[in-house]
């Protein structure tokens, strides 16, 4: 792992929860749709990006809303603090309930309010008959998390899973939420100096999720490892020599608000957007991220929210676009979070 500075840390942490909040916004109105023309979605771009375009200010979603909630939570308790973190999910969901939240992570909302946060983990295993959710909940959030923990690994790992299990206890929600945090954390650890080693990055990710998946080993399922099974064909979809379409992208690693059938593809995004893609036309590899995320369509805001986070913390704060910043809501929040947490874990 590279050694970075403290100028550049501090602006990969920016760049990252930035990165996070404006594939959210950016994303959002685009969320469900599929089939969207990339030359509108150019255009939806070089609009955002002109120095003279006039337009309400783009909404944050349920993603952005809950990463605020764990971003607040850690900088308040300068810790993790999981009966603190459900209050406040608790408490910005009754105070602002139309931000798009899945469909059934509010029941847990409202048991832990009328349970009075008695468990904070216990709703969450209720959900779907007992199985839990395998939703891309945990995941879309996790990013301060990552932040916090960045010089202990171990650690990450421990608190990403407990962080999902609030919402998601099912073991796709929860290893996909780890999944989403070990690669915010690769990219935090790398030099964007150097020249970004595509394969090597995959298989990193690979070999960590191997430990993370090894708890289903020998219990007869038909695939005990399933995100490095997704890990591997996005390998091959990165190693192909021709350019890889859409649809086969769509149909071989998802565009779902299924953990499984997302965090691999936000990965994907900021692998594959490291060189030019076809008719998206930008020099900026973290804006050429977040724009082919929104692109394949599906769960758009969280798919581009998630790879934002990743390319922000490889990129830093520099290299995203102050224009595109004026057109989403709490730029200036988000700034502030990321410069609390560095100063946090710069402490520790
Ligand atoms: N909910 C949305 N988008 C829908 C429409 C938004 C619209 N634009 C609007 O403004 O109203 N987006 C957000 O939800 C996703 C994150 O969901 P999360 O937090 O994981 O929620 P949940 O409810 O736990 O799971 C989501 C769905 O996944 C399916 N599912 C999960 N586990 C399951 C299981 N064990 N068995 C069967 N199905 C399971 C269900 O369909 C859940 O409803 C993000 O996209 C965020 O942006
Ligand atoms: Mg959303
Ligand atoms: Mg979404």
Do not use: W
């Not at 939570?73 to 798009?100: M, T």
């Amino acid at each position: 792992m590279a050694v970075i500075d403290s100028i550049s840390l501090a602006s990969k942490f920016r760049g990252c929860l930035v990165g996070c909040l404006l594939g959210d916004c950016l994303g959002a109105p685009y969320e469900g749709d599929y089939g969207i023309s990339k030359s509108v979605l150019q255009k939806y771009f070089e609009k955002l990006e002109g120095p003279y375009f006039k337009s309400p200010v783009k909404q944050y979603t349920d993603d952005a809303a809950m990463t605020k909630c764990l971003a607040e939570s850690l900088i308040a308790q300068e810790k993790f603090d999981a009966l603190d973190i459900a209050k406040r999910f608790v408490k910005e969901y009754f105070n602002n309930p139309r931000h798009g939240y899945g469909q059934q992570v509010v029941d847990i909302f409202h048991k832990l309010r009328a349970q009075k946060f008695e468990d904070p983990f216990g709703p969450a295993k209720e959900q779907f008959d007992g199985s839990g959710s395998y939703g891309n909940g945990g995941a879309m959030r996790v990013s301060p998390l990552a932040l916090f923990c960045y010089s202990n690994y171990e650690e990450l790992v421990n608190l990403v899973r407990r962080s999902a299990e609030l919402t998601h206890t099912h073991k796709q929600g929860y290893d996909g939420t780890i999944l989403q945090a070990i690669a915010v954390h690769q990219s935090l650890h790398l030099d964007p100096k150097e020249t970004l080693d595509v394969h090597n990055f995959s298989t990193q990710l690979i070999q960590k999720m191997s430990q993370i998946e090894k708890d289903c080993e020998g219990l007869g399922l038909d695939d005990p490892y399933p995100y490095q099974t997704q890990l591997k064909k996005m390998q091959v979809l990165l190693d192909k020599k021709e350019d890889t379409h859409d649809a086969e992208v769509e149909k071989t690693l998802g565009t779902s608000v299924a953990a499984l059938y997302s965090v691999p593809t936000a990965i994907f995004c900021f692998l594959r957007a490291c060189t030019p893609i076809p008719e998206i036309d930008t020099d900026n590899p973290f804006r050429r991220t977040v724009q082919y995320a929104i692109s394949l369509g599906g769960d758009t805001d969280t798919i581009a929210s998630m790879a934002g986070a990743i390319a922000g913390a490889y990129y830093g704060y520099g290299i995203v676009s102050e224009n595109l910043q004026k057109h989403c809501e709490a730029t200036e929040q988000f700034i502030e979070y990321a410069d609390k947490l560095y100063k946090i874990t710069a402490s520790k």
